[in-house]
C-alpha cells in the first residue's frame, strides 16, 4: 500500500485487529439470519510524513450508507460543545449575519442548529442520508455529497463561498485526504478561516486508545502530519488548541496560503515541538500500541468470564463504533455481555455488528438490573455515570475497558 498522502511505501506497522465488519454497520433482525462481511482491520504509519493509516480494503460507501445510524444529537456534550464553538467563532473571527458557515459532515445538524439560531446563513454538507434528513427537519440547507474539490468549485461559482467551515471528526474519514483539504482551500473566502477538530494521535498511542481504530477512520492525526498536508494543498495552519473531546483532541485554524491573513501563534510551534519530543517522527514511537490492545482485550475477557462464572449479569452502554472494535477484538458475544443501551431509537433493536448482542433502551436496565454495566464510549465515562447513577440503588458497578480495566 502507498501512503494516501504522499505515496510512500509503508511498511511500519501500528496495529492489526484482526477482521472485523464496519464498526457502524448495525443489524435488523433479519440480517442476523445472513452472513456479515469482515475486513482486515490493519493500520499502517508512512515514515515519510508520519501520517498513520489504515489499509483500504472497501470503498467508504460501504462504510457511511444511507441507514447511517450515528446522530451526534444524542450527546448532550457534544451539543454543549458545539454551541460553544459557534459562539467563540462568531465572537473571534466576526461572524454575524451577512456570512456564511460551511459545515462538512454536518451529520443531523447538531451545530449548524446554533449557527441559524444567530442569523447567521448556515450550509450543510452531508453524504449519509438517515442524518442529511433529520438536519433538514431542522430547517438547515443540505447538501447530499462527498466534499472534495470538485464540489467546493460548484458552491463558488454558485457564490456560496465561506467565511468560516467546520469540519469536526470528519478528517479522519476520508480516503484522499489530499483532494478533501483541498476542497477547504477552494471553498474559503480570501480571508475566511477553516477549522478541523481530530483526536489527538498523541492520545491514542500513549493512553492505548486502539478502541478508536476502525475502518471509517482512515487516518489517525498528529500535527505534524496534518500540517504537512495541508501545506502541500493549500492550506496554512496559523492555531491550534487542545479539547477534551473524544478523549483528546486538537481544534486546527487553518486558512488560505496565498491570501489568509491571521497571524501564526506560538501554539503551533509549541505543539509541534512537543510531538517532536515525544517521538512522532521515529519509528520507536509506535512500536506498543499492538501489546497494549491485547492487554485491553485480555483484562476485559477475563472480567467478563469470572463475572460469569460468578452467577453476575453484565449489560453495556453506548453502541458506539469504538465499542464494536473493542467487543469484536476481545471475541466478546450475547453470552457473556446481554445487550447494551443506547439513547438512539435508531440503533434501537438491532444489533452490534460482529459480536451481534441486542441494541436496546434505558429501561432494560431498570427492568433486568444488571451487576455491571460496561461504559463502551469511555469519552462520555462521567456523563453516563450521573445519567445512570440509579444503578447504585442495587449494588451495581460501572466498569471501562480503556486504557486499563475499571470496576467502580
Known sequence: MKCRHCHADLTLSLADLGATPPSNSYLSEAALSGPETFYPLRVMTCTECWLVQTEDFAKRDEFFSEDYAYFSSFSPTWLRHSEAYVAAMAERFSIEPGSLVVEVASNDGYLLQYVKARGIDALGIEPTSSTARAAREKGIEVIEEFFGETLAKRLVEKGRAADLTAANNVLAHVPDINDFVTGFATILKPNGVSTFEFPHLMNLIGLSQFDTIYHEHYSYLSLTAVKRIFEANGLTVFDVEEIATHGGSLRVYAQRADTGTQPVTHQVGDMLVREAEA???????????????ERIAD?????????????????????????????N???????????????????QGKYLPGSRIPIVSEDRIRTEKPDYVVLLPWNLKEELKTQLAYIRDWGGQFVTAVPHLSVE
Open 279 to 293: 517521538g512522532i517522527a521515529s519509528a520507536g514511537y509506535y512500536a506498543n500500541l499492538q501489546g497494549q490492545a
Open 299 to 327: 483484562d476485559l475477557m477475563r472480567f467478563l468470564i469470572d463475572a460469569r462464572a460468578a452467577g453476575k449479569t453484565v449489560a453495556g452502554y453506548g453502541a458506539a463504533a469504538k465499542g464494536n472494535t473493542l467487543m
Open 329 to 347: 477484538f476481545a471475541g466478546v458475544r450475547p453470552h457473556l455481555m446481554r445487550w447494551v443501551v443506547d439513547a438512539n431509537p435508531a440503533k
